[in-house]
């Protein structure tokens, strides 16, 4: 059974660097073709996808966010760390992290609760 | 990036009715397309992946159909519990993965 956990300062101020950690279970980052997401969500908008990071340590980013984002991970942990610097309140979201499909279909079929950032000075 | 867009933006229904939400991708993404639902206050789930195969575990009044641009998630009897926000999402060019702005389904 897979789950995955957000965990995370609730309010940071602008221009600071804001932390994320996504502890999981029920898989490994060790084995072939799994990969861990991070997608927000600004309160009452939509779904947006910022990194993702693979078995292989091969990462991406969305390029709107790239020079401003670092992801990580931790197998000895089972933790994924998505790293934010110089923070804005746009950045006030619901941060999820989420497992990607391993089959060949590129889907995100697990996902954390979430935890919500609010960027506030 | 690949834009994403619901139609409608919203809808309202009875319980039991057939309900059919349309995306429509600004490229063709052949059938890489994924629908998610999402409860308020809670975190999506998947539904369908690749455009038609139903997630395990999701009930199978939900089905999935289209490729290229225009894609359709139908629930053929509509129940309480389906109310919230669908989501499609392209996965033909996945930096970045981009989701459309949603279809909420509200329960008359």
């Known amino acids: 059974q897979i789950t995955l956990k957000e965990s995370g300062p609730m309010v940071v101020k602008p221009t600071q660097t804001l932390t994320l950690t996504c502890t999981f279970s029920?898989?490994?980052?060790?084995?072939?073709?799994?990969?861990v997401a991070w997608i927000r969500q600004p309160p009452g908008k939509a779904l947006e996808w910022l990194a993702l990071?693979?078995?292989?340590?091969?990462?991406r980013y969305t390029p709107s966010l790239r020079d401003r984002l670092t992801i990580t991970k931790d197998t000895s942990k089972n933790q994924v760390v998505l790293v934010m610097t110089n923070v804005d309140p746009v950045d006030t979201a619901t941060y999820f992290c989420?497992?990607?499909?391993?089959?060949?279909?590129?889907?995100?079929?697990?996902w954390g609760q979430g935890t919500l950032v609010t960027v506030s000075s | 990036d690949i834009q994403m867009t619901h139609s409608p933006s919203s809808l309202s229904a009875f319980v039991g009715d057939r309900v059919t939400i349309t995306c429509r991708a600004s490229?063709?993404?052949?059938?890489?397309l994924n629908w998610y639902h999402q409860k308020s206050g809670k975190a999506p789930q998947l539904l369908i992946y690749?455009?038609?195969n139903l997630q395990s575990g999701v009930p199978s009044r939900f089905s999935g159909s289209g490729s290229g641009t225009d894609f359709t998630l139908t629930i053929s009897s509509l129940q309480p519990e389906d109310s919230g926000t669908y989501y499609c999402?392209?996965?033909?060019?996945?930096?970045?993965?981009?989701f459309g702005l949603g279809t909420k389904v509200e329960i008359k």
């Open positions: 989420a497992h990607r499909r391993v089959d060949g279909n590129d889907a995100f079929d697990m």
């Open positions: 029920g898989f490994s980052l060790t084995t072939s073709a799994v990969g």
């Open positions: 990071i693979y078995w292989d340590d091969d990462k």
């Open positions: 490229q063709n993404i052949l059938t890489y």
């Open positions: 690749t455009a038609s």
């Open positions: 999402q392209q996965a033909y060019s996945t930096h970045p993965y981009t």
